[in-house]
């Protein structure tokens, strides 16, 4: 039996999980590819895995991707005596790929579900820019955690420092982002434009990381569902105070949208790597007080709070 994990492994572990939800996949593939056509024999293809040390490649014909073929493929030509057959005849067909831009969390759910070795990243254009193992993950996540760690020794004010500047009774920051419905392109640009504020103010990387996945979440289900939207933050020595509201169509079921795996998301959207039901679930968790108010026909308002003093808690779900 392993030994129990130190307070320290704890919140190293809490970070790692965090900060999938904030990374994208084009964060952690790698963009240096190698690649085989299918007029490639097995043999030929055992070379190329011998001296690229890699373990798989997508096949490309033309220019286009047309499968992907892996050291599992070869092991299986070498067991049938098939080294003189083509890669066109033991690659996978039509793979399944990811966006370049989709959270990182995405694709772990995918390495989790489908018990692939790698994927293809494409970008939204249909083009091959990268290809993702999850050894690519881990180190995403360990230079990132690196990152905070030093920028976090050269903070030199936390929140409460801004406020005790200013001479007042009471003081809020507000902060208003406009989202625009169906724009796929500019998605997650509310959330991480707030993110980025909130950490020039100083306030605790765990607060901000908290209000980022539950600001993004909210951005993502205006833009997927609405025809747009607003995501306001107001920001005071206590808490941050989330809205997103938007004109859209309303939640005909409140209970039923809260309930993991939930969507009522057109299957285009899901291909796209958005919908999996899990916006307004990951939102609860991640928030210390939520209010979800929608009438059919009229639209939706979300509140949020966060607290300052919460730093020691992460999002339960992660």
């Given at each position: 039996m392993s030994a129990p994990l130190s307070a320290?492994?704890?919140r190293e572990v809490t970070r790692l999980q965090e900060l999938v939800y904030e990374l994208r996949v084009r964060d952690a593939m790698t963009t240096r590819l190698i690649t085989v056509t299918p007029q490639t024999t097995i043999a030929e293809f055992r070379e190329v895995l011998r001296v690229n040390r890699i373990s798989g490649t997508?096949?490309?014909?033309?220019g286009r991707m047309v499968g992907?073929?892996?050291?599992?493929?070869?092991i299986k030509a070498l067991a049938a005596g098939q080294m003189n057959a083509t890669v066109g005849e033991k690659m996978?067909?039509?793979?399944?790929t990811l966006y370049d831009d989709e959270p990182l969390i995405h694709a772990v759910g995918k390495f989790s579900s489908l018990g692939y070795g790698r994927f293809p990243v494409i970008n939204r254009q249909g083009d091959l820019v990268g290809i993702l193992v999850q050894g690519d993950i881990v180190r995403a996540l360990l230079r990132q955690l690196e990152v905070e760690y030093h920028e976090e020794e050269v903070r030199r004010y936390r929140a409460s420092h801004i406020f005790e500047d200013i001479l007042a009774d009471q003081v809020t920051l507000r902060f208003r982002y406009r989202v625009a419905g169906g724009d796929f392109e500019r998605a997650g640009e509310a959330s991480s434009r707030l993110k980025k504020t909130l950490s020039r103010l100083g306030i605790h990387p765990r607060i901000v990381r908290r209000v980022a996945i539950a600001a993004y979440e909210a951005e993502m289900?205006?833009?997927i569902y609405t025809d747009g939207g607003e995501l306001i933050a107001e920001v005071d020595p206590k808490q941050v105070y989330l809205v997103a509201v938007d004109q859209g169509p309303g939640i005909p079921d409140i209970q039923k949208a809260m309930e993991p795996g939930f969507s009522t998301a057109p299957e285009w959207?899901?291909?796209?790597?958005f919908g999996a039901g899990m916006g307004l679930p990951?939102?609860?968790?991640?928030t210390d007080e939520m209010r979800l108010e929608s009438t059919v026909g009229v639209?939706?308002?979300l509140e949020m709070v966060i607290y300052l003093d919460s730093a020691g808690r992460p999002c339960s779900s992660l």
């Open positions: 320290q492994q704890k997508p096949v490309v014909q033309e992907i073929i892996s050291i599992e493929d070869l996978t067909p039509n793979p399944v289900n205006i833009v959207v899901r291909e796209m790597g990951n939102i609860q968790n991640c639209g939706t308002r």
